[in-house]
C-alpha cells in the first residue's frame, strides 16, 4: 500500500466529519441535534472504512490493564480538570454561567453514547491507526490528539482535548481494540458530566447518584468485555 493512502485516507474521513457537521448546522438550530446527527453518520462511515482495513493487532487485557485503565481515567480527570478550571479563571475573570441544553436527554445521548463512538472511530479508529501504520507512533499520537484538539472550541477544552487525544490514542494502541478506548472515552466524560461542580467547572449537568451509577456500568464493561 502507498504512503500517501496513510494520509489521504484519515483526512478525507475527517473532511466527510467537517461536511456533515456544516450541513447540519446549515439545515438545524441546535447544536445538539446537529453533533448527534453528525456523530451517528460518522459510525456508519467508520464502519464502511473497518470492513476496508486491516485490523489492529490486539494484546491480551489482564485485569491488572483494566484496573490501570480505571484508576489512571480518574486521576487523569481530575488533573486535566483541575488545570481546565484554572485556566477558565484566568481567561475569564468575571465567571461563566452554566451551560443550559434545551434537550437534557439528547445531551445525555450524544455526550456518553454517540460522541464517544463516533469520535474513537475517527480519532483513534481511522487517524492513529492510519498514521501509525504508515508512519511512526510518535507522529500517529501527535496528529490524532491535535486534530482532537481543534475540533472542541472553548480554550479549556482544546487543552483537555490534547491530552484525552493522547490518553485514548494509548489505550488503543496497547489494547489494539476500540471499544476500550470508546469505555475511558465516556468514562472521562460521565466524570466531567457528574463532578465538575465540584472543582467548580460551569459544565456540570448531572448530580453524583448519576455519575457513580455510570461507572459503576462503565466498570463493570471494562472487566466484561
Given at each position: 500500500m502507498r504512503r500517501w493512502h496513510?494520509?489521504?485516507?484519515?483526512?478525507?474521513?475527517?473532511?466527510?466529519?467537517?461536511?456533515?457537521?456544516?450541513?447540519?448546522s446549515a439545515l438545524i438550530s441546535d447544536s445538539v441535534i446537529v453533533?448527534?446527527?453528525?456523530?451517528?453518520?460518522?459510525?456508519?462511515?467508520?464502519?464502511?472504512?473497518?470492513?476496508?482495513?486491516?485490523?489492529?493487532?490486539?494484546?491480551?487485557?489482564?485485569?491488572?490493564?483494566?484496573?490501570?485503565?480505571?484508576?489512571?481515567?480518574?486521576?487523569?480527570?481530575?488533573?486535566?480538570?483541575?488545570?481546565?478550571?484554572?485556566?477558565?479563571?484566568?481567561?475569564?475573570s468575571s465567571g461563566t454561567a452554566s451551560e443550559t441544553v434545551a434537550f437534557p436527554a439528547l445531551f445525555v445521548l450524544l455526550t456518553l453514547v454517540a460522541a464517544p463512538v463516533s469520535e474513537e472511530f475517527l480519532f483513534r479508529g481511522v487517524i492513529f491507526k492510519n498514521l501509525k501504520q504508515g508512519f511512526s507512533p510518535v507522529l500517529a499520537y501527535l496528529v490524532s490528539a491535535i486534530v482532537f484538539a481543534i475540533t472542541h472550541v472553548m480554550i479549556q477544552q482544546v487543552y483537555v482535548g490534547f491530552f484525552c487525544g493522547l490518553l485514548f490514542a494509548c489505550v488503543y494502541d496497547y489494547t489494539g481494540r476500540i471499544?476500550?478506548?470508546?469505555?475511558?472515552?465516556?468514562?472521562?466524560?460521565?466524570?466531567?458530566?457528574?463532578?465538575?461542580?465540584?472543582?467548580?467547572?460551569?459544565?456540570?449537568?448531572?448530580?453524583?447518584?448519576?455519575?457513580?451509577?455510570?461507572?459503576?456500568?462503565?466498570?463493570?464493561?471494562?472487566?466484561?468485555?
Open positions: 496513510f494520509i489521504v485516507l484519515p483526512f478525507s474521513v475527517f473532511a466527510v466529519y467537517v461536511s456533515l457537521m456544516f450541513l447540519f453533533m448527534l446527527l453528525t456523530h451517528l453518520c460518522m459510525g456508519v462511515v467508520y464502519v464502511i472504512h473497518s470492513r476496508l482495513s486491516e485490523p489492529m493487532s490486539q494484546r491480551r487485557v489482564t485485569t491488572a490493564v483494566r484496573t490501570v485503565m480505571i484508576v489512571g481515567t480518574i486521576l487523569f480527570w481530575f488533573m486535566t480538570s483541575v488545570t481546565a478550571t484554572f485556566i477558565v479563571s484566568v481567561s475569564n471499544r476500550y478506548s470508546i469505555l475511558v472515552h465516556v468514562l472521562y466524560n460521565c466524570l466531567t458530566l457528574g463532578l465538575s461542580d465540584l472543582i467548580r467547572l460551569p459544565v456540570a449537568v448531572f448530580s453524583l447518584p448519576f455519575v457513580l451509577l455510570c461507572s459503576v456500568f462503565l466498570v463493570a464493561a471494562l472487566f466484561v468485555l
